[in-house]
Nanobody
Framework: QLQASGGGLVEAGGSLRLSCAAS????????VGWFRQTAGKERVGISC?????????FYSDFVKGRFNISKDNAKNALYLEMNNLKPEDTAVYYC???????????????????WGQGTQVTVSS
């Protein structure tokens, strides 16, 4: 099970940190990441990490330099630090996990077997 939290309302240029707590499986052994989705649109892959991220770490172009993904294996938790937020970042954000897909595949397809419930992020202009 994946449980995301940390969403909210923020002004453009502000920051938010999303958290995702995992239970029932170990995040250290799977590919984990974040998707987002707005009403009526397809899901979009944002970022992912596998292992310690030294070999498998990926960001979509539209968040590079603004978002940072990290993982705490001891807490079995995943994070997404979002900086310089823009109104177009407004969406429901989901943490996701998959044992078999590569990091690049998870974000570019996008695909993941396991989804947590989403957390709403709203960026006002």
């Amino acid at each position: 099970q994946l449980q995301a939290s940390g969403g909210g309302l923020v002004e453009a240029g502000g920051s938010l940190r999303l958290s995702c707590a995992a239970s029932g499986f170990n995040l250290q052994n799977v590919t984990v990441g974040w998707f987002r989705q707005t009403a009526g649109k397809e899901r979009v892959g944002i970022s992912c990490i596998r292992g310690d991220g030294s070999r498998d770490l990926f960001y979509s172009d539209f968040v590079k330099g603004r978002f940072n993904i990290s993982k705490d294996n001891a807490k079995n938790a995943l994070y997404l630090e979002m900086n310089n937020l823009k109104p177009e970042d407004t969406a429901v954000y989901y943490c996701v996990a998959d044992a078999d897909v590569t990091c690049r595949g998870m974000i570019t397809i996008p695909y993941a077997d396991y989804w947590g419930q989403g957390t709403q992020v709203t960026v006002s202009s």
